[in-house]
């Protein structure tokens, strides 16, 4: 055990050193990602949230969420745009909003490699049972919604 103590002390302990090289481990392994499909690292993560859109979404949309200023977001909207990973498009409704939208088969592609690196993880938790992989689930949402908070945090102090 890398942490000092015993029982839960320790366990938390553990708990701080295993998620400061897990958090790191992920940055590195996103860099390495955005690096290969030619994006900014949170590019990479723009994308990837929005892919989980249900929609096209507007500029706004995007700085909402990436937590970047609205002029951050255009900017990013902007590489995005040229590595042909979105377009932007009126809306149909009100033709006054601009919208958002991934490009299928560019996605495709960031998806085909996505899988290529998601069947080794998956493999990570074939030795647990499923209260064990619902417990992986809350902590991951749970760590989600934290993370959010923190970010709301920082940026306050900030201003």
């Not at 909402?64 to 200023?69: A, F, Q, R, S, Y």
């Not at 590489?79 to 932007?88: D, F, Q, T």
């Amino acid at each position: 055990m890398a942490g000092k103590g015993t029982g839960r002390s320790g366990l938390l302990a553990e708990l701080s050193l295993v998620s400061r090289r897990y958090m790191a481990s992920y940055a590195l392994f996103n860099q390495a990602v955005a690096d290969r499909i030619g994006l900014h690292p949170t590019d990479l993560q723009c994308l990837n949230l929005l892919t989980l859109e249900e929609a096209p979404v507007t500029t706004g949309r995007v700085a909402e969420l990436t937590g970047l200023t609205t002029g951050s977001a255009t900017r990013l909207v902007d590489r995005l745009e040229r590595a042909g990973y979105v377009v932007r498009r009126r809306d149909e409704v009100d033709r006054r909003r601009v919208l958002v939208a991934t490009v299928p088969e560019r996605i495709a592609e960031f998806g085909r490699l996505w899988d290529s690196l998601a069947g080794d993880w998956f493999s990570l938790f074939d030795e647990l049972d499923d209260t064990e992989l619902a417990v992986i689930v809350r902590h991951m949402e749970r760590t989600v919604d934290f993370g959010w908070e923190q970010i709301a945090r920082l940026r306050e102090r900030r201003a």
